[in-house]
């Protein structure tokens, strides 16, 4: 048995979408998780004209996933913090404060979509960082950082259930120490900035948290809390996310790079992080709001 979940933005699922779609394919009664937001109808198989339905419905703002339902309700959520948790690029924002905004979003870019070594990458904006105030970091924090709507919920949601939070990141402790606090995650892992004298030394310390520490991370803290990798959901939107999206039992691309989202069966590019409440089968009468 397959659950098809369709979700857009408030407002924007038309329930004659949801019934001709679900009378096309032959599913079950919809349910509606969210008035004229969240829909899902149960499926007996995977419908082979699903990619070309999931494309013309994208075209309306409506994001379409199918997914077997069993065990589709996570205990355990392993998430990426640069545009997933939060709007931003920390390190871009640090560059624009050191001047080389431009240049370092330019290999940024490149990286999240998987045109070049992460770890080489990071080392090369890092070094551009070199002499920068120690102090701008809280200013960053405190200036330039949003969060993406729908992350607070999305983690009291399932921590209400028994669920466990981790953020791992390909960033810097000094954004996921605050990121994980403001949102109430379990733990975080993220690479660290060395300072010296008050200022960025341009150098990160080793070894550099990429795709396969993220990896790391799924395995070591499944293994502690004694759950499979079927029971976590992973989302991010880079390249370096890969490896973590593909383990994990549900794996989800958040508004991500075109090369990235292509490898991954489950797609979010209209909703927010609620979507992943969604998908797991919670009605927005279930979340919890911080």
Known sequence: MFICTLIAKPGMLDPALVESLRNAWGGGDAVWLSP????????????????????????????????PAEGRRKAMLLADMDSTMIQQECIDELADEAGVGDHVKAITARA????????????????LLRGLDAGVIDKVLAS?????????????????HGGH??????????????????????ENRANTLLIADGRLTGEVA??????EAKIEALEQISARLGLTHDQVIAVGDGANDLGMLGQAGTGVALHAKPSVAAQCDVR??????TALLYLQGYARADFVIP
């Not at 969060?147 to 399932?158: D, H, K, N, Q, W």
């Not at 080793?206 to 795709?211: D, E, M, N, S």
């Not at 979010?268 to 992080?273: C, E, F, I, R």
């Open 144 to 160: 330039r950082i949003t969060y993406m709507p729908g992350g607070a919920a999305l983690i009291a949601t399932m921590q209400a």
């Open 206 to 211: 080793r070894p550099i948290l990429g795709r």
């Open 36 to 67: 004229d937001e969240a829909a899902e109808f149960s499926l007996t198989e995977k419908p082979g004209n699903r990619w070309d339905v999931w494309a013309d419905v994208q075209t309306l703002g409506v994001d379409l996933v199918i997914q």
């Open 112 to 127: 999240m979509n998987g045109e070049l070594d992460f770890e080489g990458a990071l080392i090369e904006r890092v070094a």
């Open 165 to 186: 939070a981790a953020l791992v990141s390909g960033g810097f402790t000094a954004f996921t120490a605050q990121v994980a606090a403001q949102l109430g995650f379990d």
């Open 268 to 273: 979010v590019n209209h909703g927010d992080l």
